[in-house]
């Protein structure tokens, strides 16, 4: 009998879970993750429109409404992205703006959950979930300031992080235990597609009975494994050209260093050797993902490098 697979869960996203049917699985993974119940009311809209042709989308792969009338923002990033954070910060306050009014007070601004979930070494750290929210201590006293509002003649009061966007940064490639928890049920299945059958986590169980591999038609199980094969040529094309890049700058830096002879000679050298090596890596990379069919302005954004500079090859 053939061992169960599974569909990878930045597919299910894109494809599946945006059916009220499939809510439980998203569902199960915020309850998980956010240590409360979460309901989904409504999937909104994923792509922001624009007003201007120079405006940004927002690019998250899920937009969801829970049962508090939070915006959840879900989104997988493969590949690496030279500004990475700055365009989730982005993407979390384009999506507050769109969901207030002009004329509408301020207290019906929503808060925001961004949840990322990453296949890219982002930063460094040694945990494979982090959590970030604002809050504001004193700078003397150290204690932690609660705002206070008088709206029709009653008291309310709330911390900023009751207020203010929550940031989750899943660092798959990071999971290496055995999963012991719910979470990290999730966070396994997220890396591997594997769903075990005495896993119990809220939304695996779902996920185990609605998204197998082969309950999919020919048709759509052939573009998921394009997609998954186009996703790890992207990986191994950025990845050799990051290294050979440092391989060669380095190289070549510590050959005119020791021809120089001088201390001074081999910083320039090792400087000239990096930049030399990862100008032509970055012409190689440019030239090894269009040859792959990705498109400039997919390049652009995963890479950082200007739009000529890619046209030009």
Not at 33 to 52: P, V
Not at 166 to 177: A, G, H, K, P, T
Request: proline share 3%; charged share 30%.
């Amino acid at each position: 009998m053939e061992k169960e697979r599974y569909v990878m869960f930045d597919w299910a996203m894109k494809r599946m879970l945006r059916d009220k049917a499939n809510f439980a699985v998203l569902e199960g993974l915020l309850t998980v993750l956010l240590g409360e119940k979460i309901t989904i009311l409504e999937m909104l809209e994923s792509e922001a429109n624009q007003t201007h042709e120079d405006d940004k989308f927002n690019r998250v792969d899920i937009k969801a409404k829970d049962s508090k009338g939070d915006i959840i923002l879900v989104e997988v990033q493969n590949t690496r992205e030279v500004y990475y954070l700055e365009r989730v910060l982005y993407g979390v306050a384009k999506a507050i703006t769109e969901h207030i009014s002009l004329g509408e007070s301020y207290g019906q601004v929503k808060k925001v959950i961004s949840v990322s979930i990453l296949y890219f070494d982002l930063g460094k750290g040694n945990d494979y979930l982090y959590h970030g929210q604002t809050t504001f201590k004193g700078v003397h006293t150290g204690d932690c300031l609660e705002l206070t509002t008088r709206q029709r003649d009653a008291i309310v009061r709330k911390l900023p992080e009751e207020i203010f966007p929550e940031y989750y940064l899943i660092r798959v490639n990071e999971f290496n235990s055995v999963a012991k928890t719910p979470l990290e049920e999730w966070i396994r299945y997220l890396k591997t597609g594997e769903i075990r059958p005495d896993d119990t986590a809220p939304g695996l169980p779902e996920a185990r009975s609605r998204l197998r591999y082969y309950d999919m038609d020919p048709i759509e199980r052939h573009n998921y494994d394009e997609h998954i094969n186009a996703v790890m040529i992207q990986n191994d094309v950025l990845e050799n050209a990051r290294l050979e890049g440092l391989i060669e700058g380095r190289a070549e830096g510590m050959e005119q260093g020791r021809a120089e002879g001088m201390e001074q000679g081999r910083a320039e050298g090792m400087e000239q050797g990096r930049a030399e090596g990862m100008a032509q890596g970055r012409s190689e990379l440019i030239a090894t993902m269009l040859k792959n069919g990705v498109a400039p302005a997919d390049i652009a954004r995963m890479t950082g490098l200007p739009m000529d500079e890619i046209i030009q090859g």
